[in-house]
């Protein structure tokens, strides 16, 4: 019965003068501006919460809000079953991921845990035009291991805050999408941590200088145990630029890409 209470799991700044706040409203979940000098609700505004906020209060979900617009990773639906990562609430038209298991593994049974998401601008300075980043922190199972159906592995993900999508293919779909796995391990125990609590961004004088801290929890005999990772941005990016794993059709099971890197590269 508790489940019906009105769970607020996203509260931030809009602008000067209002936050943004979305909640679970018994599994109907519904987003509104708060006013900040008397820090009231405008309930005329009430907006639907779908792909905002999970429906369900015990779902992972994460948000922030980056020049009006809302990033966030969380439940597309009432069973839980549609992870996806979108952006919506803005100027551009809406855009996520697609309901495919390579993209974000949402199998019954099955679902990302999201803990965490991050906003770097690295576009400052580039040489080269790159664009602004925003990274999502959260735990699947595991589709690429042929042996460990049911591993569950630490993700990073991250698209580019200019994406607006493909011409023809991906309409309305991350073109830039791109994740990777955190590895956070004991080698000396044989011991991985793949279950991501939390993540903390320590941003630096630039951001190159950008620092990930994870939080992971694992189970070590009859004993569970917890393990604080630290990832370097620079090293986060390295990851993205390569080599990539593909599915293979014919072979139904995944591997190393071998050919050429197209250009643009995927994630560009």
């Not at 003068?17 to 409203?25: E, F, I, K, V």
Request: with cysteine; proline share 4%.
């Amino acid at each position: 019965q508790t489940d019906c209470f009105n769970y607020v799991r996203f509260l931030q700044s809009y602008n000067s003068s209002h936050l943004y706040a979305c909640g679970t409203y018994a599994f109907q979940p519904k987003c509104a501006y708060i006013e900040l000098s008397g820090f009231t609700l405008d309930q005329v505004a009430f907006e639907d919460g779908k792909g905002k906020c999970p429906y369900d209060p015990t779902k992972g979900h994460t948000g922030l809000i980056v020049d009006g617009e809302l990033y966030s990773a969380t439940f597309n639906n009432f069973l839980g079953t549609e992870p996806v990562i979108l952006r919506n609430l803005g100027p551009h038209y809406s855009m996520k991921t697609e309901y495919l298991t390579s993209w974000l593994n949402g199998r019954a049974g099955r679902q990302p845990h999201f803990v965490a998401s991050a906003y770097v601008q690295e576009s400052a300075a580039s040489s080269t035009g790159d664009d602004d980043k925003v990274y999502f922190f959260f735990s699947e199972r595991a589709v690429e291991y042929d042996c460990y159906a049911e591993q569950v592995v630490a993700r990073v993900a991250r698209v580019c805050k200019g994406d607006v999508g493909g011409a023809r293919t991906l309409q309305k779909k991350w073109t830039t999408f791109l994740k990777a796995r955190l590895v956070c391990s004991a080698p000396e125990q044989q011991l991985h941590f793949n279950r991501l609590q939390a993540v903390f961004t320590l941003p630096g004088a630039d951001w190159q200088d950008t620092a990930f801290f994870g939080v992971f929890q694992a189970r070590w005999g009859d004993v569970d145990v917890s393990a604080i990772c630290r990832y370097h941005i620079l090293e986060v990016k390295k990851a993205f630029e390569g080599p990539y794993k593909e599915y293979r059709e014919q072979a139904q099971k995944w591997g190393r890409y071998s050919d050429e890197v197209p250009s643009p590269r995927p994630g560009a």
